[in-house]
């Protein structure tokens, strides 16, 4: 390449663009460096932390959440920003150990800072290669000045340690320069970041000593200590580690096929000119002011091996061939063979910047709507490995958006001769869909705009934005309610229970339809009981239906216990009959919750209690209730203070612990308690709170039904989720059992 160009001496041709100055207190000098992952996430040392904070350098004690002042020396120095402190991994031993003072190499001590929001260009990500031996690199002093470059050699990488010496010339790695990149020039990529420097003893100097030697941790080794402590999601750490360079190997033959279509379309010398300038520019490429114009063999080069070139010329051809039929066939030529190389991509520089910002957006005010979104709009495909979690978060979005762009077509019929709509353009209609307003008209423009490019016909995009609507008005008609009473007398064998069944109508008057006292029943029994009474499909449509909070169709099961079976696995009994071939556990089919009034009767104000956290559900968080909160004397302090209207409680422990706090949170007027009966406590790992999407609270009980029918495939995770769900407006068991008999009607199943 001639005409098309990297600066040599602009900070994005090295590692610049992402050096990140961590600045000491009152930004009166630099602390130390960093570097840019991307996203709103950076990566320093943990003892540069440390040194902000007024520390012993290589303490490993965790501050917590501690703000520190940044900048990016590519932007003005007086662009001081806030950032948070999101992961700490301790310096420590080999031994893992603390590091005493003096120590010449350590392992750990990583730190991942995140800012408010996402820093604007020039500041951009760099790619990353693993540390080897031999490789000449630089390093720079946090504040980025050029001329305090510090040309080192790797000469020695041992245990994941690369081993840095420089020349007796120019600058000497210092004080102000851990944290910051090793930058391969011959690789024009970064491949591990300072660490710290070997120094000389105290003493009269010798020609023994190790002069201008200092250290480094390699990539590899800081994807390994990254993974491990779980400081980055997986999906955002795969992303960092297999970015790929700007230029990719290029297939010759493809190349050559886009000559033909180019010469039709900017044959004219001093149009391609302006459209190769323009390319340049959003490329980040330096391109001649003289008015000269690459030759179409060179722009091919470039569209062949550089990531997004395609799409983006493309997409300042588009308005060009829009009324010209020979050209857009070109254009559609020239895409199809893009479609055949490694570096074009879906989507332009300009779109994917827009839908990064938009889909970070999105995940961090609702983390579960781009699952859900997916889901809806690609029910036949599986899913990319990235979007199967149910919450996305924000800095994972990258590697989401990155999948979804090798999809190409959504395998819906279109008009013939027209490309297929790419399944990322269906999945962002079905996210505007569902999140409307202002939001939902710039996602539609923005899919208007790249459907227009791609040549897709505009009535296959209607008609999947249509397909998007119609899901996001989705009203769900009310399933029934259905009431269950299990009770135990000190005679009955072990696992029976018996079991009473009222079935409330539409107007909220209760029918009785199985009375508790005839017989035990074994917890088939009560299940194949219990699909009777709704009907056998959990419609209820047997029944009629109600208005009850859970919404989806799907008939609401409230189960009232005793106070020690809390834990029983009711959502797991079958109700399938002899005949039938396919289990029906009782939690696939309904909304089966919990309730217990023998514990919510141990209070005094237990019923307003309940009342008045039930109708702030929506307005309320919710607690975890784990390992760290203080036993029951701390959950009691928090329920009384800053909780006093949180509607829901997510209690993480082990079996001991959960009998602790369970009976706490149902005294205390929580409507709204979920657990894992599989939780062990801290060796358990997964939390549940990361596997039920969030959402609006009232669609809780059909998001833990979804993963109960996850698990009962035999699909991650390996969950046993209950869930209290005690609806102030349903009436109680007992209190029904008090009601005029003249309203029962009793039946015998």
């Known amino acids: 390449m001639t005409w098309f160009a990297a600066p040599a001496d602009a900070p994005s041709a090295d590692a610049r663009g992402a050096l990140v100055r961590v600045l000491a207190p009152r930004q009166a000098r630099t602390a130390g460096a960093g570097v840019y992952l991307s996203g709103r996430r950076l990566l320093t040392c ?64 990583l730190a991942v800072l995140e800012l408010d929001e996402e820093p604007p260009p020039p500041v951009n990500p760099v790619r990353w290669l693993e540390m080897a031996r031999g490789q000449e690199v630089r390093a720079w002093y946090g504040g980025g ?17 690369g081993y840095l010496d420089g020349q007796l010339a120019g600058a000497a790695v210092d004080d102000g320069y851990s944290g910051g990149p090793l930058w391969s020039m011959a690789d024009g990529a970064a491949v591990g970041l300072v660490m710290g420097r070997i120094t000389a003893p105290d003493q009269a100097f010798s020609t023994q000593h190790t002069v201008r030697r ?86 091919a080069h470039v569209l062949a091996g550089t990531e997004r070139a395609l799409p983006t010329l493309a997409e300042s051809l588009a308005p060009k061939v829009a009324e010209d039929p020979r050209g857009r066939a070109e254009l559609d030529r020239l895409l199809a063979l893009g479609r055949l190389t490694d570096a074009a991509r879906l989507l332009s520089v300009g779109e994917h910047r827009f839908l990064l910002h938009k889909l970070e957006h999105l995940a961090q005010r609702d983390p579960g709507l781009p699952h859900r979104a997916a889901t809806a709009a690609l029910p036949y495909l599986d899913l990319p490995h990235s979007l199967r979690a149910a919450r996305l ?70 008609e999947r934005r249509a397909d998007a609507e119609r899901w996001s008005r989705r009203t769900a008609p009310a399933g029934a309610r259905i009431l269950v009473e299990l009770d135990r007398y000190a005679t009955d064998p072990a696992d029976h229970f018996r079991c009473s069944v009222w079935a409330l109508r539409p107007d909220g008057s209760a029918a009785r339809v199985v009375a508790g006292s005839d017989r035990p029943r074994t917890g088939r029994d009560v299940a194949r009981l219990i699909r009777e009474v709704a009907g056998g499909d959990g419609t209820g449509d047997a029944l009629g239906g109600g208005t009850g909070g859970a919404g989806d169709g799907v008939a609401l099961v409230a189960v009232s216990v005793p106070p020690d079976a809390l834990e029983l696995p009711v959502d797991e009994w079958d109700g399938a009959g002899a005949d039938e071939d396919i289990p029906a556990p009782l939690g696939e089919d309904f909304h089966l919750v919990l309730r217990c009034p023998r514990i919510r009767r141990r209070s005094r104000t237990g019923s307003a209690d309940l009342k008045r956290r039930w109708n702030a559900r929506e307005h309320s968080g919710a607690l975890l209730a784990d390992d760290g909160i203080g036993g029951r004397v701390g959950l009691i302090g928090l329920l009384k203070t800053t909780h006093r209207d949180t509607a829901r409680v997510l209690v993480q422990g082990s079996a001991e612990h959960r009998g602790e706090l369970l009976p706490i949170c149902l005294v205390m007027g929580v409507p709204i308690v979920l657990w894992d009966r599989e939780d062990r406590g801290r060796a358990s790992g997964a939390r549940l709170g990361t596997w039920v999407p969030e959402g609006p609270v009232e669609g809780l009980p059909e998001r833990v039904r979804h993963l109960r029918v996850r698990v009962f495939a035999g699909g991650p995770p390996a969950a046993r989720p209950a869930l209290v769900w005690d609806d102030a407006e349903l009436p109680l068991p007992d209190e029904l059992q008090l009601a005029d008999p003249s309203q029962e009607t009793e039946q015998a199943i």
């Open 46 to 109: 943990a003892h540069v932390v440390n040194t902000v904070l007024g520390r012993r350098s290589l303490s490993p004690h965790d501050p917590g959440g501690v703000t520190l002042d940044v900048s990016f020396p590519v932007l003005s120095a007086a662009d001081v920003r806030p950032a948070r402190l999101v992961a700490w991994i301790p310096p420590r031993s080999h031994r893992y150990e603390p590091v005493p003072d003096g120590s010449p190499s350590w392992d750990g001590d």
């Open 145 to 161: 000045q050029p001329f305090t470059y510090a040309d080192v050699r790797v000469s020695a990488y041992d245990d994941g340690v």
């Open 214 to 299: 200092s250290w480094g941790l390699g990539w590899q080794s800081v994807v390994a200590e990254l993974r491990r402590a779980g400081a980055v999601p997986e999906p955002h750490l795969a992303e960092l580690w297999a970015r790929p360079a700007a230029v990719f190997d290029e297939d010759e033959s493809v190349r050559d096929m886009m000559v033909g279509p180019l010469h039709t379309l900017l044959g004219d010398p001093a149009t391609r000119a302006a459209h190769a300038t323009a390319l340049a520019g959003q490329l980040g490429l330096k391109a001649p002011a003289d008015g000269s114009a690459p030759s179409v063999e060179e722009l």
């Open 393 to 462: 978060a924000p800095a994972a979005v990258p590697g989401v958006l990155g999948e979804l762009e090798t999809w190409y077509g959504d395998g819906s019929p279109v008009p013939d001769e027209t490309p297929r709509l790419p399944a990322l353009l269906r999945v962002v209609e079905y996210l505007a869909a569902e999140t409307g307003g202002i939001v939902c008209q710039a996602l539609q423009e923005w899919a208007t705009r790249v459907a227009t490019r791609l040549g897709i016909h505009p009535s296959a995009l209607r």
